[in-house]
């Protein structure tokens, strides 16, 4: 039943404003939300809190598995993440664990613990999930494959401007750094690297609003999908 489920997949990497891409379009379809690089986040935070080594497969593994979380967009074009019951704030977004959760990504015992965890949020009457191999790995039968790009030098600006406005210390020099590297070991990984998808409609992002992406998309929903959608 839940490979009949409809599904839009949205990959990139960071800063290319799939975050409030899928957020949108969950709202605008009344569909489901995964946001796949919070799992990495929230696998990231809590094995930090641990005092665990980042490269502790085994054990980092065992805190993927264990996860409770929920995702709930909301009108004003975020997303509560909640786990085990409670509302998590903006520990996720630090680029202190955007950072620690590329690297817990690229173990291969981490990814095979969220695989089925991810696939789990396909669920009636649609899913938009967002990440870096949602396309690729995760819903390879997906009825919409999206991959967004932007310039680096753009993304780290939308970044910055993303943590300043929600009260988090940044520096946009060490995140054009932090974006670099990141970009590097997500692409070279072993494991699930960073590309999209043979059959994925491509978007560079850098000069568009979030409403001009959204429409383009909406507009491919239609047409794939066959979704009617209320102005």
């Keep these: 039943m839940s490979n009949q489920v409809p599904v839009i997949t949205v990959d990139g990497p960071s800063g290319v404003g799939k975050g409030t891409l899928c957020q949108w379009l969950a709202m ?3 569909w489901h939300l995964l946001d796949s690089g919070a799992l990495y986040r929230l696998t990231a935070l809590a094995a930090l809190h641990r005092n665990l080594a980042l490269q502790d497969e ?3 593994a065992v805190v993927a598995a264990e996860l409770d979380v ?6 004003a074009g975020s997303a509560r993440v909640i786990l085990d019951g409670a509302d998590i704030g903006n520990a996720l977004r630090s680029e202190m664990t955007g950072n620690a959760a590329s690297q817990v990504a690229a173990l291969p015992a981490v990814r095979a613990a969220l695989l089925q965890r991810q696939r789990d949020f396909r669920q009636i009457p649609g899913l938009i999930a967002d990440g870096r191999d949602m396309g690729t790995v995760v819903f390879p039968d997906a009825n919409l494959k999206l991959f ?3 310039r680096a030098g753009e993304r780290a600006h939308r970044r910055y401007k993303q943590l300043i406005e929600k009260g988090i210390d940044a520096n946009l020099n060490k995140i054009i750094k932090e974006i670099a590297e990141r970009d590097a070991r997500d692409a070279q990984r072993a494991v699930a690297p960073l590309k999209p998808a043979a059959d994925a409609e491509t978007l560079d992002t850098t000069q568009l609003s979030i409403t001009e992406v ?3 998309v909406l507009a491919l929903a239609r047409q794939r999908l066959r979704i009617r959608v209320i102005p």
């Design 28 to 30: 605008q379809l009344g």
């Design 148 to 150: 967004l790009t932007a």
């Design 214 to 216: 959204g429409e383009w």
């Design 58 to 60: 085994a054990k980092i």
């Design 70 to 75: 929920e995702f709930i967009p909301d009108a």
